[in-house]
């Protein structure tokens, strides 16, 4: 049998490798329009590895022939890319400084569009629906939330969490000045919860590529967190020129603390808000 590389972890990139790395990435982009070439190298490498050892498999070049030929194989793959970790009231000091400084603008504006890009099973967008009903704002609030990934857009729809990561949940609501109790807004069905409908009703869940796809409306608010870190430079660039096109003057941005915009030609028509949340508001021209 032919010899694995080595382990990722313990080898450099050569040259071939990232060749046959970039033809991979080019044929999935030719072959199914999805677009992975300009995410982060190292982490996409890593990925495609894992997918490798778990097939079986000896290189990258034999990954591109199944990945071509099967589309399940890339549907596997596209699971492996597209990381969808998420938590409710995820880095509840981001939703905090959310609640005490833009949620009293948000006041004074008489409907309220959010978009979550890159909203994964939907955790993020269930939070905020929490968070504008305890401030008054669901009511005159839509709620857009995307991801390219049509799978956890399915799953986001359902509402259902399971029923073991509460605990963790219900201690970030509270670190995030969550207002009830925490399960005054679930009910438990077997090993699962399924949140109340009333916070689903003003959140739209659709598919949407922020590589591939275009604006689709004007936001008073976008939040994209831990998205753009699997981006590279470039990419991070268009992005941020998309989010900057969507955006109503006086409008939010929410970037989390893992990102900024401070590296980018767009800081200079930001104000920042809260510096280690990274949420910014667009400055009118
Ligand atoms: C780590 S999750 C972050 C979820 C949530 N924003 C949070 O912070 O908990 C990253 C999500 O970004 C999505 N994503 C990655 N690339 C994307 C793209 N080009 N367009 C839209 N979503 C993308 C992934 O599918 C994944 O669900």
């Known amino acids: 049998m032919e010899q694995l590389y080595q382990p990722v972890e ?36 890593r990925r495609i590895w894992h ?3 778990l097939e079986k498999l000896t290189s990258v070049t034999s990954l591109l022939d199944r990945v071509l030929r099967e589309p399940q194989m890339m549907d ?11 938590e409710m009231f995820r880095d509840p000091d981001f939703f ?25 099973t939907g955790e993020e967008a269930y939070s905020m629906a929490i968070l504008l009903h305890e401030e008054g704002l669901l009511k005159k609030a839509k709620i857009y ?32 000045g969550g207002k009830q109790a925490f399960s005054e807004y679930y009910k438990v069905v077997s090993e699962e919860v399924e949140f109340h409908p009333f916070l689903r009703e003003n959140i739209i869940f659709a598919q949407h590529n922020l590589v591939t796809d275009s604006s689709f409306n004007e936001f008073h ?25 969507s955006l109503a003057p006086s409008g939010f941005l929410g970037l989390g603390n893992r990102e900024s915009i401070s590296y980018t030609k767009f800081n200079q028509f930001y104000q920042e808000i809260d510096s280690n949340e990274k949420i910014y508001q667009k400055m009118k021209l």
């Open 221 to 245: 608010v976008i939040i994209c967190r831990n998205v753009m870190i699997y981006f590279d430079r470039d990419l991070q660039d268009r992005v941020h020129h998309l989010m900057f096109e």
């Open 76 to 86: 596997k793959l596209f699971s492996d890319l597209s990381i969808n970790v998420t």
């Open 96 to 120: 905090k400084a959310f609640r005490m400084r833009v949620a009293p603008v948000l006041k004074e504006v008489p409907i309220i569009r959010i978009w979550h890009a890159g909203c994964s």
């Open 10 to 45: 313990t080898n450099e990139c050569s040259k071939l490798e990232k060749l046959e790395i970039e033809l991979l990435l080019e044929g999935i982009y030719r072959h199914y329009g999805l677009d992975f070439r300009n995410y982060n190298f190292s982490s996409v490498r």
């Open 51 to 53: 997918r490798i050892q």
């Open 145 to 176: 939330a995307t991801d390219m990934n049509e799978r956890v857009i399915m799953k986001a729809k359902l509402g259902r969490f399971p029923l073991n990561k509460m605990q963790g949940y219900t201690s970030n609501y509270v670190a995030s």
